[in-house]
């Protein structure tokens, strides 16, 4: 086993694998920029070895400071997290150099998956359905009006080595996408180094329906069912729940074999994540793609991308099913087995996650700060993975969650009464955090009910 | 971001938020038009783009790239 590890991130996600690590007798290191310095991971860490200055291309974007940590502390594996470095397989292959062990898939897999038009052809090929689009990056405005020409109207603009809903926009006409693919090149240069774009058909009535997946030291991939995070402003995801209120046992059966083909066309190993879009525009059974599309017609799910990383919302997964996804991350990349039997996995209950930003709840605006006051909901099935404490700074150079608030029921009754419970008790004073917004959910009988789409935020903030 | 007027010509554009400027637009001395972007600053992983809330005149641009606001720092003065 792995017996010493680098966690190569900050805030509450370095804390939450710090904690399984500690709790698997390995050694702990963690890295972190001078902004940082007094946050729970840094201090909670064996060692914490300063890396740079705050913006996050002069620390947790530095690979040579973070590798040269992992020497310095002889650290034996590597884990990045999500976000910064953790889908580089530059930075993948560099660590494994190094003589580290990767926690994990390998570089090739992060490197097919990286790039949206690569993996939307990919799972084309593999049988995975994927949503009218173009199969090569659009090069200029005039190309994109004229891929939209055959795809039909409204189409999502999207870079293709994107992520975090960075430089989307979804557009009606050609005046639209003409703006909009002029928004998503100068991100997409920004943001991801690369200038391609592509075009995909929009579905405007959907749920946002993921599916876990642990890609065995053996090569087998399992599926351990689906997290629903239709809940979203501004393309990035603010609440999830598992099992989805909008997939029955047949789809979710279907959902998972999709998502074990596209883990094993890339050979995937370790905790990944394979989303997709559900199309609920026409009710059960979906609507009809338009004209050219590589799926059959009369597919209600389309292949959107895969996270080759522990995902964010991966604690709804294990309150379900009761396995620590760090854990198997940390085993896979030894080589080792996983702790539980594959065939013997079940399902309890129902969970939620409710991210708690930094942001202002009416128009989601950041909001900096100090915090002056943190008090922790707790009681039966509460899990909090929170990034900061009492006196931290909340500075502007990274993002803005503050902590996840996970909840597990006994069922979506339950969950949602102690999600509202814990909601009431989370105080956080000094800056302005979405609680209030989460509240507002938690109550709103279209997030109740449980049939809802990626527009329930905009009829909660119209 | 927020504005507040001395007069009806002079407004000061204040951040509203601790904020990276990203990128700076407009220059002194440029006439902007209502809802121009002046300046782009970046929080928390999003671009805030600040506008000229009414047509004038640039006098005073307090910001460059790279420079760190504090929410109410002065970003510039359109009259």
């Known amino acids: ?462 | 971001m927020g504005i507040e007027g001395e007069d009806r010509h002079v407004t000061e554009v204040r951040a509203e938020m601790v904020a990276n400027v990203w990128k700076v637009v407009t220059a002194e001395g440029e006439h902007v038009s209502a809802d121009a972007t002046l300046v782009i600053l970046e929080s928390m992983k999003m671009e805030i783009p600040v506008l000229a809330e009414q047509p004038g005149t640039v006098t005073k641009l307090a910001v460059a790239e790279g420079d760190v606001v504090q929410e109410g720092d002065l970003i510039a003065i359109v009259e």
């Open chain 1, 1 to 462: 086993m792995i017996e010493s590890l680098l966690v190569a991130n900050r805030g509450e996600i370095a804390r939450r694998v710090l904690a399984t690590a500690r709790r698997m007798g390995i050694r702990t290191v963690a890295v972190y920029s001078e902004a940082d310095a007094d946050l729970p991971f840094a201090r909670e860490a064996d060692e914490a070895v300063l890396i740079g200055p705050p913006p996050p291309a002069h620390s947790y974007l530095d690979q040579a400071a973070i590798l040269g940590a992992a020497r310095r502390t002889g650290a034996q594996a590597i884990h990045p997290g999500y976000g910064f470095l953790s889908e580089n397989a530059d930075f993948a292959r560099e660590a494994e150099a190094a003589g580290l062990i990767w926690v994990g898939p390998p570089p090739a897999a992060i490197e097919q998956m990286g790039d949206k038009i690569s993996a939307r052809n990919m799972m084309a090929a593999a049988g995975v359905p994927v949503a009218a689009g173009t199969a090569e990056p659009v090069s200029d405005a005039d190309s994109a009006v004229a891929a939209a020409a055959v795809i039909g109207y409204p189409v999502m603009v999207k870079a293709a080595a994107g992520g975090g809903g960075i430089g989307m926009s979804a557009a009606a006409d050609d005046a639209e996408l003409r703006a909009a693919f002029e928004t998503a090149r100068s991100r997409a240069e920004r943001f991801f180094a690369s200038p391609d774009i592509l075009l995909e058909r929009y579905v405007t009535a959907a749920r946002h329906v993921e599916v876990q997946i642990l890609g065995l030291a053996s090569g087998q991939v399992l599926a351990l069912g689906e997290r629903d995070c239709s809940v979203q402003r501004r393309h990035q995801k603010v609440a999830e729940e598992t099992p989805s209120p909008g997939v029955t046992p047949e789809l979710r059966g279907r959902l998972e074999a999709a998502a074990v083909r596209a883990g094993q066309v890339v050979g995937y190993r370790g905790a990944g994540t394979v989303e997709f879009l559900l199309d609920v525009s026409a009710g059960p059974g979906g609507r009809p793609p338009r004209s050219p599309v590589r799926a059959e017609a009369g597919e209600e799910f389309f292949f959107l991308e895969m996270n080759t990383r522990l995902q964010v919302e991966h604690p709804i997964t294990e309150l379900v099913t009761g396995i620590d996804l760090v854990e198997q991350q940390l085993r896979i990349a030894a080589g080792a087995g996983v702790s539980f039997q594959p065939r013997e996995v079940q399902y309890r209950g129902h969970a939620l996650e409710l991210r708690v930003y930094a942001e202002d709840p009416r128009r989601f605006l950041p909001s900096p700060g100090t915090i002056t006051e943190w008090a922790e909901p707790a009681g039966p099935g509460i899990r909090v993975d929170a990034g900061y404490a009492a006196g931290n700074q909340v500075t502007p150079f990274y993002d803005p969650l503050l902590a996840k608030l996970c909840v597990h029921g006994a069922d979506r009754e339950q969950a949602l009464r102690r999600a509202r419970d814990a909601v009431a008790s989370f105080r956080i004073t000094g800056l302005k955090t979405n609680l209030p917004f989460h509240a507002d959910l938690l109550e709103s009988v279209v997030f109740s009910g449980g049939d809802y789409d990626t527009s329930v935020v905009s009829r909660l903030r119209p």
